[in-house]
Every structure is written in C-alpha cells, then in structure tokens.
C-alpha cells in the first residue's frame, strides 16, 4: 500500500518568506511526527499529534514554526519568515496506534537564501 | 529517554556480518532499544527493536546485554545496499511520547565490496 508521502520534495525560498511543509501519513495511522534533519545530523524532533489529543510541541524550535493535522489526517508544517539556518530536510513519520514503529516519508528538502 | 552512544562509521567486507554496537548505560526499566536505519536521500528505516530479550527478524539480530547497558544489532550476511546510517534509540513503549527521541549522529555504516 502507500506509504508516508510529502510535498514538496524540494523547496527553494528566499529568507523572509514563509513555507508551508505536507504530510500525507498511511491511512488509519493515528500518531505522526515531524523531525527536522540539518545536513550530516541526526533528527530532531519538532511536533508529535496522537489522535484527538492536544499536539506535543515541545520540539518546535522557535514561535515562527507551527504546525496542524487536519481531520486525524493530513498534516502541514508552517514556518513563517524563514531564516537561512531553517534549511534542512523536514521529515515526517506515521505510527499506527498500539504499533512500535514509525514509518517515515521521504521528507522535504528546504533550502533558505 | 536514555542517551545512546554509538561509534561515528564502521566498514564492513560485503557477505561478512556486520555488528553494530550501541552503548545506552542510562536505560531505564522499561525502555526499549530501538534500532532504525537511513540510506542517502532516504527516510529513516525501522529495523528492529526489544526490551531484554534478543530478538531476530528478517533484516537483523539485536542482542541486548543482560544488564541492557549495552546492545549490538547484527546484519548477518551485509550487502552494498545496507551501507547507510544506523540509529539506536531507547524509549519508553507504549508512551503517548513514542517516537519524540532525538535520533543522534548515529552509526555510519559502509559495506565494501
């Protein structure tokens, strides 16, 4: 079946302007992630939601980032006014519920003049 | 979650086993070592993962020490398409903070022909 997919798979902007980052977990998945990969790093995570719940934030860098899942689905990452030191690659990661691992897109590269 | 320690890179002769260790001293009872993996460009990969027990699948071993300081996960039989960065992880199972560890700079493994 279809795994985890995000859009767009490269995003080129200009310092200043905000980006908004897509996540389109596996259906029926209840727990998603988005993680933040700087080049030659390790992830780190940003935001958790698990179902209904209130998101688990406490990865977010800085107030410019946010982030919402729409209807238990769909998830968008927003950063506003981005700055040069945002470039990475935002990666994504759904969980079924009760299920150890995660399954993660392809993630997004994001570049920052 | 526990602090994981692993080496920066590691080569491996491909068909030789390649054992990758994972130091993790800070374990607490009831966290799990997870053991995922990143080829270039790619998400993150689960792999495996226990509690105390060592336990097989179809890609790995995972040996975890009777005092669980330490654990090795184990590629049997390596190819050229398993040198990537591998990522051990301790969390709490079941946790509605599942998945929020920090991955860390992991093991970069190449397998050479």
């Known amino acids: 079946g279809a795994g985890v997919s995000q859009s767009p798979s490269n995003k080129v902007t200009e310092k200043g302007k905000d980006v908004e980052l897509r996540c389109d977990p596996i259906s029926g998945h209840t727990a998603l992630y988005w993680y933040r990969q700087s080049l030659g790093q390790g992830l780190e995570f940003l935001i958790y939601?698990?179902?209904?719940?209130?998101?688990?934030k406490s990865g977010l860098p800085s107030d410019r980032f946010s982030a919402e899942r729409t209807g238990g689905s769909v998830s968008t990452l927003t950063i506003q006014r981005t700055q040069q030191e945002d470039s990475a690659v935002y990666l994504c990661?759904?969980?079924?519920?009760?299920?150890?691992?995660?399954?993660f897109g392809p993630g997004t590269r994001l570049t920052v003049l | 979650d526990a602090k994981t320690t692993q080496p920066t890179s590691m080569d491996c002769a491909e068909g030789r086993a390649a054992n990758l260790p994972c130091n993790h001293s800070t374990i607490s009872g009831n966290e799990y070592v997870y053991w995922y993996r990143q080829i270039h460009s790619q998400g993150p990969q689960y792999i495996i993962h226990?509690?105390?027990n060592n336990e097989t699948n179809e890609m790995a071993s995972l040996i975890i020490t009777e005092d669980r300081k330490s654990s090795t996960l184990i590629l049997p039989h390596a190819t050229l398409r398993d040198t990537a960065v591998y990522y051990c992880i301790v969390r709490v199972e079941g946790n509605t903070n599942a998945g929020k560890s920090t991955f860390g700079d992991g093991t970069t493994l190449t397998v050479k022909p």
């Open positions: 990661a759904s969980r079924p519920s009760g299920a150890p691992e995660q399954f």
């Open positions: 939601f698990q179902g209904n719940s209130a998101p688990d």
């Open positions: 226990g509690l105390k």
